[in-house]
């Protein structure tokens, strides 16, 4: 099995190591786990750890971190394993301590991603290794917030059930004490009397019993040639008829995400390492240190060969080799895609392996500085000598993975639980950079679709109802003041029509504690391009959304409504600077627009504006602003303004604009505008009102009365 390195604990050697693998003769670590396995942000219950040790010390403890940061310094509590304050077994080598929900989810914040450093587990007196590193365990905890969408759940048999993106089973004798007596071809067999051969690639991920051990990959099927691997196919070993490539395992809940660097990094072992080219065999599985290692695929750490992160380009230039720190996340190299068929032979450039192989030296001398030593240098042709070329080769490879997501666990997850889950599977399918939390290390990784160059997609969906599927079209994507509808601009308040897009009753806007508007409602989001639109009112008919900021400057965006954990397509919207449309008293978008006169009465035909008085427009639509607006914030000093120019005509009168900008309290995107209404408009119950931002129009037919 190949594996990568994990961002968790301490090592003697690597201090990105969990401290389970540094082998010690009186004391280690096989696992711990939570009851409850996911906490909701804000529960009240009490919360039992568990961690299962090998060796007999005489007193183990959780240092508690307030922070959630890896400071020491909180509360220490002890753990027993005496039978008594909530162990269950005395003297069974699971240490136990109580703890309440708020000494774990207090301080939770969003770059945490979900999952709380809770503390330190320790021995006292504190125990040392070999190497004069203390030994203790980072313990980390899920916690589900309101972030976290709970999603429909089958349940087709008593000890299975399923979200449209997770499988769970509950086999509680599967989960041995010991990660490496995991039986993943008899789960994985257990998978498939369930669910259909329909995946090309299937996730096994431990979940309620967290073990200190390392993901990894195993390669069930291969049939590509010229990648230096022989043609095999062992699927049926797993369950599998035939279409099953690969197995990827997470004994650890806290490593599984779809997002992160190294979920990929594990996905590649299917294609890469196995070629015998020298100086590139020397590294199997993964790549010696050279320009293929600062790619996702790393380098190999000697003597497990574990798979190491290299942040230092290794660049060709007319007077030698430059090492040059790479400040960005890691994506596949074009040998790597070549290698996945994602990249045709004539992208593959030519790749330098340096003399030196220490890392600890190498990084000495990546300061943007040319390098010192000697370096071989490897070609496409090189490899082709000796593998062959590939075939399938590029134009005719799969480019797009189907990938099932299995979830073992003690007994069914919760609701919560199975969300969290999801979250992480469904990540896989991201198109835009993400958010990860690995360890202590919080980062924005490339998802698969941006590290193979827009190339290659997986679908991380297990099975969905097409009942449950949400129904949207872009004809049903309207202005929610106009209700015209055509492109979009940023910051504008749309609402979208469809089928199955939320609860029957329906959810109106609330707010997060952090004052922004929220973007989920009852189990409701819209994503565009990715990014969540803050919402005003879900229902299964119709969502109300403000358009992202971010689609500013782009020329299409891509809109998507996801309930219940279930995506719609896809749906192309064109965008435009600006997309004015004015409210209306009505909703209808026509007829007596939502104004207030002077006195902050309400404009209408009993209570007319004078000529000559104030009067305040609302509209959406303006387009980006100045500051640049914030998606979700409710109006406050300083209001933004719209970058466009904005013009008001009153009965065919252009009118004074004392003030454009935003409404104060309502959410960015409603723009207030303050005019004067002119001398010269002749009075009328429905005197016609027209904004123009940027010389596009409002809608026609809204009016105001004029005295």
């Known amino acids: 099995m190949r594996k990568r390195l994990a961002l968790r604990g301490l090592e003697c ?63 220490k509590l002890p753990l027993r394993d005496d039978g008594t304050g909530g162990d269950r077994v005395a003297s069974d080598n699971i240490w136990t301590a109580m703890l309440n929900s708020a000494q774990i989810v207090q301080g939770l914040r969003a770059d945490d991603l979900f999952s709380r450093f809770v503390g330190f587990v320790q021995a006292v007196p504190t125990y040392i290794l070999p190497c004069g590193l203390p030994w203790r365990l980072n313990i980390f905890a899920p916690v589900a917030s309101d972030e976290v969408v709970r999603m429909a759940v089958g ?9 449209a993106y997770v499988a769970n089973i509950a086999d509680a004798a599967w989960l041995k004490d010991d990660a490496a007596q995991l039986n993943y071809g008899e789960m994985a067999k257990k998978f498939y009397r369930t669910f259909p051969d329909g995946y090309d690639f299937l996730n096994i991920v431990t979940y309620g019993r967290v073990y200190f051990s390392n993901r990894g990959h195993m390669t069930v099927s291969n049939d590509v040639q010229g990648i230096g691997a022989t043609i095999f196919n062992q699927s049926a070993n797993y369950g599998s008829t035939g279409r099953l490539k690969g197995i990827t395992v997470f004994p650890n809940f806290t490593f599984f995400d779809g997002a992160e660097t190294a979920y990929q990094h594990e996905l590649g072992h299917q294609w890469i390492n196995f070629l015998n080219v020298p100086p590139l065999a020397s590294a199997k599985p993964h790549w010696p240190l050279s320009s293929l290692a600062s790619g996702i695929m790393g380098f190999s750490i000697p003597p497990t060969n574990e798979g190491g992160d290299f942040a230092c380009q290794v660049l060709s230039e007319a007077g030698g080799v430059r090492l040059v720190p790479r400040t960005e996340a890691a994506v596949f190299t074009d040998l790597d895609l070549y290698l996945m068929g994602l990249a045709p032979a004539e992208e593959v450039q030519e790749h330098i392996v340096l003399a030196e192989q ?24 090189d490899i082709v000598k000796v593998a062959g070329a590939r075939a399938p080769a590029y134009g005719t490879a799969p480019r797009r993975f189907k990938v099932a997501t299995l979830v073992v666990s003690p007994s069914l997850l919760s609701e919560d639980a199975l969300a969290l889950a999801s979250f992480f599977a469904r990540r ?33 969906t297990l099975l969905v109802d097409p009942a449950s599927v949400p129904q949207v079209s872009a004809a049903g994507v309207v202005n929610a003041a106009s209700g015209r509808g055509g492109a979009v601009s940023a910051g504008e308040i749309v609402s979208i029509y469809g089928l199955r897009m939320g609860t029957a009753s329906g959810a109106g806007l609330r707010l997060t504690p952090a004052g922004l508007v929220a973007t989920t409602l009852a189990n409701t989001r819209v994503y565009f391009d990715g990014v969540e639109a803050p919402l005003t009112y879900a229902r299964a008919d119709q969502v109300n959304a403000v358009v992202p900021y971010s689609v500013a400057g782009k020329s299409t965006v891509q809109m998507r409504v996801d309930y219940m954990g279930v995506w719609s397509d896809a749906v192309t919207l064109n965008v435009a600077p600006a997309a004015p449309g004015i409210f209306t008293a009505t909703d209808t978008g026509r007829g007596q627009a939502a104004a207030l006169n002077e006195d902050w009465s309400y404009n209408s035909a009993n209570q007319s504006g004078g000529r000559g008085k104030i009067i305040m427009l609302y509209l959406t639509g303006e387009g980006q602003t100045n500051p640049a607006g914030v998606d979700g914030k409710p109006g406050a000093v300083p209001l933004p303004v719209p970058r466009l120019p904005v013009v008001v005509r009153i009965g065919g009168l ?11 309290g309502l959410v960015a995107g409603v723009m207030q505008i303050n005019v004067r209404i002119p001398e010269g408009v002749s009075p009328g119950p429905a005197v016609p009102v027209e904004v123009l931002v940027g010389g596009v129009s409002s809608q026609p037919g809204v009016t105001i009365a004029v005295q």
Not at 30 to 46: A, F, K, M
Request: hydrophobic share 35%; aromatic share 8%; with cysteine.
């Open 155 to 163: 349940r087709p048999a008593a000890d299975v059930q399923y979200t």
């Open 654 to 664: 252009e009118a004074d604009v004392l003030y454009r900008g935003g409404a104060p």
């Open 358 to 381: 220490d890392v600890t030296a190498v990084l000495q001398q990546c300061n943007r500085q040319l390098y010192s030593g000697s370096v071989t240098r490897v070609r496409l042709a």
């Open 13 to 75: 050697l690597w201090l990105v190591l969990p401290a389970a693998w540094a082998q010690t003769q009186t004391l280690d670590s096989l696992y711990y786990q939570w009851e409850p396995p996911v906490l909701r942000s804000g529960s009240t219950q009490s919360v039992r750890l568990e961690v299962k040790l090998v060796g007999k010390p005489s007193q183990i403890e959780i240092e508690l971190d307030p922070t959630g940061t890896g400071i020491t310094g909180g509360n």
């Open 428 to 460: 896989a399918e991201e198109t835009a950079p993400a958010p990860i939390h690995s360890g202590f290390a919080k980062m924005m990784s490339k998802p698969f679709a941006m590290t193979t160059r827009g190339r290659g997609s997986l679908d991380a």
